[in-house]
Nanobody
Framework: EVQLQASGGGLVQAGGSLRLSCVAS????????IGWFRQVPGKAREAVAC???????YYDDSVKGRFTISRDKAKNTVTLQMNGLQPEDTAVYSC????????????WGQGTQVTVSS
C-alpha cells in the first residue's frame, strides 16, 4: 500500500524556521515526484515546491529563496525546510506524490498545520 506521512508543523514566530517531513512507503522516488502543497480555509490549494524523480526542484515564487525541498532516498523521506517564515505562510501543508509519467498528484498524505505569528 502506498502511503505518505507528513509531520513537522507547528507554531513559530515570524522570521522563524520549521522543517516538514514526508515519509513515503510503497513507492520509489525513482518513479515518483513528490510535492508540497498548502491550503488556507476558503482558498484554493497551492503548490509550494516539488522534486521530481531526477532530483530537479520547483518552487512557487512566494517561497523561492526561503524554502528548500530535498529528499533522502535511503530514508524514503522528502523534507521541506522553511526559513524566514511569514504570517502569510500560515496554512495546512500536505505532501503528495505523482508518477513521473503523469501530471496529476493522486497520492496524498494527511496535512500538518503551520502557523506563523506576527
Amino acid at each position: 500500500e502506498v502511503q505518505l506521512q507528513a509531520s513537522g508543523g507547528g507554531l513559530v514566530q515570524a522570521g522563524g524556521s520549521l522543517r516538514l517531513s514526508c515519509v513515503a512507503s510503497g513507492l520509489s522516488f525513482d518513479d515518483y515526484a513528490i510535492g508540497w502543497f498548502r491550503q488556507v480555509p476558503g482558498k484554493a490549494r497551492e503548490a509550494v515546491a516539488c522534486i521530481d524523480k531526477a532530483g530537479s526542484t520547483y518552487y512557487d515564487d512566494s517561497v523561492k529563496g526561503r524554502f528548500t525541498i530535498s529528499r533522502d532516498k535511503a530514508k524514503n523521506t522528502v523534507t521541506l525546510q522553511m526559513n524566514g517564515l511569514q504570517p502569510e505562510d500560515t496554512a495546512v501543508y500536505s505532501c503528495a506524490a505523482r508518477r513521473s509519467d503523469t501530471t496529476r498528484y493522486d497520492i496524498w498524505g494527511q496535512g500538518t498545520q503551520v502557523t506563523v505569528s506576527s
